[in-house]
């Protein structure tokens, strides 16, 4: 790893939000390669990050301003990435189900899976089963659902149920999570995932789509 993409990879592991950008600009200048930037300068970091959460080194402010510090530096590499024709390693739809509004939660699992090299189509939160569809109609692989009301939990159930009955029952896999949400909760409404936390989600939507 050279002495840039070793910055790249540090700033991102160490929150550093403005210095990801400039690090991530100077690796260009360099000639680096976009993709050898993403992959080896910030996926690694993020997949470091997220090994780190895991172990109880981090804790959710360090992942976030790791996710945020990844974000930056992503905002200049995508247009080259764009260019290169740069695929995405998958495609995942995420929201906070309908009549919930936090989004705390689902904000940290849409970062940590964007640094892990995934497209995100983010519906924001009060999501309906009928806009997560759409979503599936544009190319998503994964549903990712989340909520922090015990009274908004049943809107997962009709959002499996919703995609169960549409044409995409077999294309698309469904992961839950949020802090009432359990393993049995979700095998209860047939999810094809649960994740505790943002690294865990990651983990499964890898496995999702292995």
Not at 74 to 103: A, F, N, S, Y
């Amino acid at each position: 790893m050279s002495e840039t993409m070793h910055k790249i990879y540090q700033s991102i592991v160490d929150g550093q939000m403005d210095s990801t950008a400039g690090f991530v600009q100077e690796a260009l200048d360099e000639g680096i390669d976009p993709s050898t930037v993403l992959n080896e300068g910030m996926i690694s970091a993020m997949r470091y990050v997220g090994q780190l959460f895991e172990e109880g080194e981090y804790y959710v402010p360090e992942m976030l301003v790791a996710a945020r510090a990844m974000k930056n530096g992503l905002g200049i590499l995508r247009p080259l990435l764009v260019e290169k024709d740069v695929e995405p390693v998958g495609k995942v739809v995420v929201g906070t189900v309908k009549g919930d509004l936090h989004d705390i939660g689902k904000n940290l699992v849409a970062m940590m899976l964007e640094g892990a090299g995934y497209e995100i189509i983010d519906l924001g939160t009060n999501v309906d089963a009928s806009s997560f569809l759409e979503a599936v109609q544009d190319g998503a692989q994964v549903i990712g659902m989340s909520a922090l009301l015990t009274t908004t939990m049943r809107g997962m159930k009709e959002v499996i149920e919703a995609v169960k009955n549409s044409e995409f029952r077999y294309q698309v896999k469904v992961i839950v999570g949020g802090a009432p949400i359990t393993q049995d909760f979700a095998d209860q409404i047939e999810a094809d995932a649960f994740a505790a936390d943002a690294s865990s989600a990651v983990r499964e939507v890898n496995r999702l789509l292995a």
